[in-house]
């Protein structure tokens, strides 16, 4: 099981950081994803970190978040900086074994979190 936690209203320009903690099992061997899903648009990949610690970022992601890990908590977190209303979404954390080359798509994560909303005013 997966809980995200950790969004809330920022001002544009403001920082959010959001946590992934798994329970029932150790996930230290999945790949975890962040996705965010706006009114109205499909959910959409933002960041992924996976089990060998590679990160990649969706392009408007990359340089304003960073995505991170403690094993030791079961947790991976989305560090969101510079935040705009663009980044206003529901967002959600998977975790899976995507091959290479998936990570960024949905079918390739078996446990998703329940989603957390992150507001940006501008």
């Known amino acids: 099981q997966l809980q995200a936690s950790g969004g809330g209203l920022v001002q544009s320009g403001g920082s959010l950081r959001l946590s992934c903690t798994a329970s029932g099992r150790t996930f230290n061997t999945y790949t975890v994803g962040w996705f965010r899903q706006a009114p109205g648009k499909e959910r959409e990949f933002v960041a992924v970190f996976r089990w060998t610690g590679v990160t990649y970022y969706q392009d408007s992601a990359r340089g304003r978040f960073t995505v991170s890990r403690d094993n030791a908590k079961n947790t991976v977190y989305l560090q969101m900086n510079s935040l705009k209303p663009d980044d206003t979404a529901v967002y959600y954390c998977?975790?899976?074994?995507?091959?290479?080359?998936?990570?960024?798509?949905?079918?390739?994560?078996?446990?998703w979190g329940q989603g957390t909303q992150v507001t940006v005013s501008s």
């Open positions: 998977a975790a899976g074994r995507p091959p290479a080359g998936s990570a960024g798509y949905r079918g390739s994560y078996d446990y």
